[in-house]
C-alpha cells in the first residue's frame, strides 16, 4: 500500500537552485524520520500493552493486523518443544487448544510482532506462559439478602460465566446469623474467600441490622470460617471495646491509641480480606480491610483500613490507614492480577456526586506501604448511586466480570466486562437468575464444591417437607431416609458431605417416591387422590418459593400474577407413577388493558394467551370477564389488583373453571407450570391455589410395563426411528402428543 502525506506548505516567489532544494528535501525527510519514530514508540507503548495478555494466557486471543493508521504488524510464533498440540498461530489469531494441568505456569513459545511504518521496521518478542487450567466447574455468589440483613448462596455454571445465578436454600440463611453477629444481629456486605493451602473458607461481614436500627451506623464486623462451606463459626470484633480486642492491643498505631477513640468510631464497614504474601518476610497472613469513619477530631471521612488476621482467622491486629483519597472511599475489592503483576483495588467514591459518583480502580505493586495510582472511573451508570464491587477472573478466560449494585435509578445488582489489565470496560448487565441479590462477591468453585452445595441445599429444603409427611401420614416408610438425612447433614468434611448429602437426597426422593405409588396404586375408579402435597408452595403463600424460570411479577397476599411480559413458570415432580393426573387453579387472564380487553370479550375478538399445562398438554385460562359473581363493568367491579384477585380467589371462591389432564403412559417426570409465549402490552394473568390430582390408573403403558424387560427402538407412525434401545418402561415418557409403534405394539400419547 503506497500511502501519501502532505504538511508544511511554503510558497517561493523565486526559483530555489540546486543547494536550497537539496536543504529542503533533508529537512522534509527528516521530519518524515521524526514523524515515524513517533508513530513507531507511540505503537510500541500500545503493543506492549496487550502483550501482557501473554504474561497469563488462558484463552484463544485475536492478533491485529496494525496498531494504529499508520503501523501495521505481522506475527510469527515459535512453539516450544511439547507444546505443538496446546497452542498454535492460525488465522491471524494465537489458537489455545489446552492448558497445562497442575498448579504451575508454563513458557509455551516465543510470539514475534514485525512493526512497519512505511520504510522503517522493527521486530520485538514477547514469551507465551500459558497459565494452568483453572479446573474450575461453577461460580458461587455469596450475597446479602436484599429483603433481610442475612447471608445468602447462590450458584451459577461455568458456561453462564458468571452472569446467572440460582439461589440456594430458596433464600434461607447459610448460618445462624443470630449467634455469628454478636453485636447488631445483622450479617451485610458479604465477602467469600478461601484461604491458603488448607485453611478452609472464610467469609467476612459488616455487623449491622440497619432495617431495625434505622441508621445507618455500627461500630464491628464479623470474621467468620469453614472447612466445608456448610458448617460455619464466627468471631465478632466489637470496635467501641478498645484495643483490648486486638492482638497487638500493647502497640501504639497513631491512629486510634486510646479506648476513647475507639468508643467514637461510628462506622466499620465492608470488611474483605487479602493473602498477604510478603507479610512478616514471606512467611504470609490475611490483609483484611474495611473504611472506618468516627466522631474523633479531624475523622472527617470515611478511609479504607487494615488489620491482620490469624490462619484461624479468628484474630485481628489493630487498624492502621491504607487508603486515603482525602474523600470519603468505602467498600475496596482488592485482586492481584497475574498480567502486569501489580494489585488492582476497585472502591467507591462515597463523597462524589453527580456523575463523579461511581466504582474507581487504582494500582500499587505492593499490599502494604506502596503508593496507589489512581487509573480509572470504572462503571458506566452516569449518576445513579452504585457500590459494592467485587471482582473475579471468568474461569479460564482472560476477561473479568466486575459486579456492583446500583440502589438508585432502579435498583439491580449488575457486572460489566473488564479486560486482562481491568481497562476496556463494556456496558453493564443485570445479573440473572433467582434470589434477593445485593452486595456480595463471586468465587469460582470446583465440581465436588457446586455438587456438594447443591446436595445440601436439596436436602436443607426437602427434608422438613418429608417430616411434615410423615407426622401427618404416620407412613413408616420415611425413617430410614429421615435418620439418614439428618445424619448426612451433621458431617463436616467435604469429602464425606460429597458422598453423603446427594444419597441422602436420593433416598428422601426414593421415600415420597414408594409413598405416592402407594397412594396411587390404591386409587378407585370416580375417585381423586389429592398430591397437591407434593408440590411445593402452590397456594403461594411463602412468595415465589419452589417455582421455577420466569419470575412472577408479584407474589404476595398468597396470590400471584403475571402482567404484561411472556414467560414459563412451572416445578418438575419426578419419577411421578403412570397414569393419568389432573390439575386445577383458580384465576383468570385479561386480554390488555381493562378497557379494550372487555371490548374484545363483547365482540368475540378476545384471544386467550395465557395457560396451564401438565407435560404437553395445555388448556388456556378463562377470562377475567367470565366471573359468575355479579361482577359489572361500569361501575367497574372486576379484580384489578392481586387483593380483590385475592377476595375473588379465597373470599368468594370464582374463577374455578380452570383444567388441564395429562396421562403419563409410564414412571416418569411431570412437568406442572403455566406459560405464555406471546407478548400483549399490559394483558395480566394472575392464579392461586394449584390442585394437583390422580385420577386413573394407565391404560396401554400397562402393555408395555408388563412385557419383558429387554431395550425397545420406538418410531413414530410413519417410520422415523426417534429413541434407540430404551427400556420399555420409559419408552415413551416425555415425548409430544402422537401415535409411536414400541417394539412391536402401538400407543396413543392424547
Known amino acids: 500500500m503506497t500511502e501519501a502525506f502532505f504538511d508544511d506548505f511554503q510558497i517561493y516567489d523565486v526559483a530555489l537552485d540546486g543547494g536550497q532544494m537539496k536543504e529542503l ?56 518443544q511439547g507444546y505443538e498440540d496446546a497452542i498454535a498461530l492460525e488465522n491471524e489469531k494465537l489458537v489455545v487448544h489446552r492448558l497445562p494441568q497442575g498448579d504451575e505456569a508454563v513458557r509455551a513459545g516465543m510470539l514475534s510482532a ?106 464491628g464486623i464479623n470474621l467468620i470460617r469453614s472447612r466445608d462451606l456448610i458448617h460455619w463459626e464466627g468471631t465478632t470484633f466489637d470496635f467501641n471495646r478498645g484495643k483490648s480486642i486486638f492482638s497487638d ?58 488489620s491482620y488476621a490469624d490462619r484461624e482467622f479468628k484474630t485481628l491486629t489493630q487498624p492502621r490507614v491504607f487508603f486515603d483519597a482525602g474523600i470519603s472511599v468505602i467498600d ?66 482472560d476477561v473479568y466480570n466486575l459486579y456492583y449494585m ?14 486482562h489489565l481491568g481497562l476496556n470496560v463494556t456496558h453493564s448487565s443485570n445479573v440473572e437468575g433467582t434470589g434477593a441479590f445485593q452486595h456480595g462477591s463471586v468465587m469460582t468453585v470446583t465440581e465436588e464444591e457446586y455438587r456438594l452445595l447443591q446436595a445440601w441445599s436439596d436436602v436443607r429444603l426437602y427434608l422438613p417437607r418429608v417430616e411434615d409427611l410423615k407426622e401427618e401420614s404416620g407412613s413408616q416408610v420415611f425413617d430410614a431416609a429421615i435418620r439418614q438425612a439428618e445424619e448426612a447433614l451433621d458431617l463436616t468434611s467435604v469429602s464425606e458431605l460429597s458422598m453423603a448429602l446427594p ?65 414459563d413458570t412451572y416445578q418438575v415432580l419426578e419419577r411421578m407413577p403412570a397414569g393419568t393426573y389432573r390439575l386445577r387453579v383458580q384465576g383468570f387472564y385479561r386480554y390488555g388493558d381493562k378497557a379494550e380487553a372487555y371490548d374484545a370479550h363483547q365482540d368475540g375478538s378476545e384471544q386467550f394467551l395465557a395457560g396451564l399445562y401438565l407435560n404437553s398438554s395445555r388448556q388456556t385460562f378463562m377470562s377475567l370477564f367470565d366471573g359468575s ?37 409410564a414412571k416418569g417426570d411431570l412437568r406442572v407450570g403455566l406459560d405464555k409465549t406471546e407478548y400483549r402490552y399490559h394483558d395480566w394473568n394472575c392464579f392461586d391455589n394449584f390442585k394437583l390430582l390422580y385420577v386413573a390408573k394407565p391404560t396401554a403403558i400397562r402393555e408395555v410395563t408388563d412385557s419383558a424387560e429387554v431395550p425397545v427402538d420406538v418410531y413414530t407412525v410413519s417410520g422415523v426411528k426417534v429413541r434407540s434401545a430404551v427400556m420399555p418402561h420409559e419408552a415413551v415418557n416425555g415425548l409430544p402428543r402422537g401415535i409411536y409403534i414400541v417394539g412391536t405394539r402401538k400407543f396413543a400419547i392424547k
Not at 359473581?629 to 370464582?654: H, I, K, L, Q, W
Open 25 to 80: 528535501y533533508a529537512r522534509v525527510q527528516g521530519r518524515a524520520a521524526k514523524s515515524r519514530e513517533v508513530s513507531m514508540s507511540a505503537a510500541r507503548e500500545e503493543l506492549a500493552r496487550f502483550m501482557k495478555k501473554f504474561n497469563c494466557l488462558h484463552a484463544t486471543t485475536d492478533l491485529p493486523e496494525k496498531i494504529s493508521d499508520r503501523v501495521g504488524v505481522r506475527w510469527f510464533f515459535s512453539v516450544n
Open 114 to 219: 514485525k512493526l512497519s511504518c512505511e520504510a522503517d521496521t522493527v521486530e520485538v518478542e514477547y514469551p507465551v506462559i500459558l497459565a494452568p487450567d483453572d479446573n474450575r466447574y461453577g461460580y458461587l455468589y455469596c450475597f446479602m439478602n436484599s429483603g433481610q440483613e442475612i447471608t445468602n448462596f447462590a450458584l451459577g455454571t461455568k458456561e453462564d460465566q458468571g452472569r446467572v445465578f440460582n439461589v440456594l436454600l430458596d433464600g434461607d440463611e447459610i448460618f445462624d446469623t443470630e449467634k455469628i453477629a454478636e453485636i447488631e444481629h445483622g450479617t451485610r456486605d458479604a465477602y467469600i474467600g478461601r484461604g491458603e493451602a488448607s485453611d478452609g473458607y472464610f467469609i467476612t461481614t459488616t455487623d449491622m441490622k440497619q432495617h431495625a436500627s434505622g441508621v445507618w451506623n455500627n461500630h
Open 249 to 306: 492491643s500493647d502497640a501504639t498505631t497513631g491512629v486510634y491509641d486510646t479506648d476513647e477513640e475507639y468508643a467514637r468510631i461510628n462506622r466499620v464497614w465492608a470488611p474483605q480480606f487479602i493473602w498477604d504474601k510478603d507479610y512478616n518476610g514471606g512467611e504470609g497472613a490475611y490483609l483484611v480491610y474495611y473504611s472506618i469513619l468516627s466522631t474523633n477530631e479531624g475523622d472527617n471521612h470515611d478511609r479504607i483500613f487494615y
Open 332 to 397: 475496596a475489592d482488592i485482586v492481584y492480577n497475574p498480567y502486569d503483576s501489580l494489585y488492582h483495588m476497585y472502591y467507591k467514591r462515597e463523597g462524589a456526586s453527580g456523575t463523579e459518583r461511581g466504582i474507581y480502580e487504582a494500582t500499587s505493586k505492593t499490599l502494604v506501604g506502596g503508593t496507589w495510582t489512581e487509573l480509572m472511573h470504572v462503571t458506566n451508570e452516569g449518576s445513579e448511586q452504585v457500590e459494592g464491587s467485587s471482582t473475579v477472573r471468568r474461569i479460564n478466560e
Open 406 to 419: 446500583r440502589y438508585s435509578g432502579g435498583s439491580a445488582y449488575k457486572y460489566c466486562e473488564t479486560d
Open 503 to 567: 444419597a441422602a437426597y436420593e433416598a428422601l426422593k426414593a421415600a415420597v417416591e414408594t409413598y405416592t405409588e402407594g397412594l396411587c396404586a390404591g386409587w378407585t375408579p370416580g375417585e381423586e387422590v389429592d398430591l397437591t402435597w407434593l408440590l411445593v408452595n402452590p397456594d403461594f403463600s411463602e412468595g415465589s418459593k419452589g417455582w421455577e424460570g420466569t419470575s412472577f411479577t408479584a407474589a404476595s397476599s398468597g396470590v400471584a400474577e403475571f402482567y404484561d411480559k411472556t414467560y
Open 629 to 665: 359473581a355479579p361482577y359489572t363493568y361500569n361501575p367497574y367491579t372486576y379484580p384489578d389488583d392481586v387483593r380483590s384477585a385475592d377476595n375473588a380467589f379465597n373470599r368468594d371462591g370464582e374463577y374455578r373453571a380452570n383444567e388441564v389432564e395429562y396421562e403419563l403412559l
